[in-house]
DNA sequence: CTGTTAGCGCATTCAG
DNA sequence: CTGAATGCGCTAACAG
């Protein structure tokens, strides 16, 4: 029977060992699929983010993992590839599993899924983008308020004329801009000329690129503002080949503070970001909300943290 | 009737318009279990990665999905942390969710998981490890006789006192290390006091670290061979702290082929490994099984290419 | 505590 | 081509 192996303290002792003989003879695995036919739900929690390659996103699904793991739920990970076509896939293929929960990192775009988180029937907790229209729950920083930080960072250290490296469509990206931009109009610094879009995605060779590409569009700048510590490394590798000393000639701040920046010639400037804490929070969310304790409609802010290092220095320092 | 979701072409125009109308305004959805339950298969093909920070697995994972996206089976990933334990409750867990199919990067070590990937009941693919024993299929490169191109080019750039940094345990390090090990005592330079083993991960800081504990112990080597690209950067900032110029008073050589590597300053001589064909091929292999087209176990060595670049170079131009 | 039973929502039959 | 019946393997609810 298999009350034995779902509870077993509940049977005698000699009807357990008989049953668990037989299970271990024969083989015998459950069928996942009838059990959860039968019981009208599943253990499965999905995460599904835009990028596997991204050690943005790895740290949060550390988070996740360390909150799940001794919970009996199954942690299923899908790929959205920064589609929002592949996202509303996955959300249609997932609305016929009965998930226990759903963690996702939206794309942004012009397309709303929300109908379809709605119409999965569980607990939703959006991560990262705190200002997108949260429809559930939603847990991340305010990427508004961080652009405009590291920005002041720069104009404290006296940079005046301060490039953007990055991509600007997209709600995370997007929101940073603003804040940096108001910043820089707040300091009569803004100028459209120093913005230069991301191509290649962010990666350390299209940070080079994207830096060379300013540089010989508008000549010399004081400082770059970089949307990814990927970003910012390329800049740094490019300011190198350029002889351009960071972070005398050239400052330049990064965005996510990744594993490399702390230790990298010169260190970087950047913004810390509680990756592991979202994760872990977002799963924390999702399981009391499954667990009946959800109160609603909520968003989780959580706090960033400027981490100045060698790539940015003081003009008096200079 | 469910044949016009399944097959619509074998019903009347004026039924398939009604049933879709109806599905459209109820917002049905085809619950899963029922019909994995009733139909006695999946459309699940789940890949089980020790890690998803890795860049490498994560361009393994491009090249599945580029492979699974046009059929419609649907993707999961779950992670087993370097962990066999975490591995086989995977394992355990798969089986009784009749898989198509499983990709898996194997973790080495003391268990053997083989007898939980035979009960699955589907074709499994092993990607990377092709010199584990492979019960079924298994798609990789031969990790030795890389590791044993890696020396061999330090050795004809001149360099003779080479260090090692990395893990030694598991099997892609072990093999690797084997390549190192013979084809450094072929030519006479094997010392066991130059194998740095890594504490801390395959990170950029612990490359860095691991370096510094090396000359620390040994004094100045002439080169270092990293088992990562990650290890191999940190080892060229290390070196860039310490004021010794790469390529000339330290050869430097990674492993893997990252994205950063082309575009570092120096930038590094790697093995570039093709790790989207990998996971492109691993998919096909499980595809065509999955379809009948099973010849069996097999083993399919992929080509990997040194990539020599700037962080090492030949003693006659230093 | 234990044996038995009735569906869970579908695909797959079999008649019509 | 279409409607109706059967059962996939399990859980939940029920009697014993």
Redesign the pocket.
């Not at 029977?1 to 779902?6: E, G, V």
């Not at 036919?37 to 739900?41: C, E, I, M, P, Q």
């Given at each position: 029977?298999?009350?034995?192996?779902?509870n077993p303290?509940?049977?005698?002792p000699?009807?357990?060992e008989k049953v668990l003989k037989c299970v271990d003879s024969l083989g015998?695995?459950?069928?996942?699929?009838?059990?959860s036919?039968?019981?009208?739900?599943s253990s499965l929690i999905t995460v599904l983010v835009p990028s596997m390659t991204s050690y943005l996103f790895a740290e949060v699904m550390h988070g996740i993992e360390a909150r799940i793991e001794d919970s009996d739920f199954s942690l299923h990970y899908a790929n959205s590839r920064m589609s929002q076509e592949a996202e509303a896939r996955h959300l249609k293929l997932l609305a016929?599993q009965r998930p226990v929960g759903l963690i996702i990192a939206n794309v942004a775009g012009e397309m709303d899924n929300r109908e379809l988180m709605r119409r999965l029937g569980c607990p939703v907790v959006q991560v990262q983008d705190i200002s997108l229209d949260v429809f559930d729950m939603a847990i991340g920083i305010d990427h508004a308020k961080a652009g405009a930080t590291a920005t002041r960072h720069l104009l404290d250290c006296g940079y005046r004329r301060i490039g953007v490296l990055g991509r600007f469509y997209g709600t995370r990206g997007e929101r940073r801009h603003y804040g940096y931009r108001s910043e820089l109009e707040r300091a009569g610094c803004y100028d459209p000329a120093l913005i230069e879009d991301a191509s290649g995605g962010f990666t350390v060779q299209s940070g080079g690129e994207m830096l060379a590409s300013l540089l010989n569009r508008v000549g010399p700048v004081d400082a770059v503002l970089c949307q990814s510590d990927e970003l910012a490394l390329g800049a740094v590798f490019e300011s190198q080949r350029r002889g351009l000393r960071v972070p005398e000639e050239i400052g330049i701040c990064g965005f996510n503070d990744l594993e490399f920046s702390r230790v990298s010639v010169p260190p970087l400037t950047t913004i810390r970001l509680p990756r592991f804490d979202i994760g872990y929070k977002a799963a924390d969310m999702l399981l009391r909300a499954h667990q009946g304790r959800y109160d609603g409609p909520m968003t989780t802010e959580m706090e960033y943290e400027l981490m100045p290092r060698g790539s940015t220095v003081k003009v008096a320092d200079r």
């Open positions: 029977m298999s009350r034995t192996l779902r303290d509940i049977v005698s000699e009807v357990r015998y695995v459950p069928d996942l699929a009838a059990r036919l039968a019981s009208r739900n016929g």
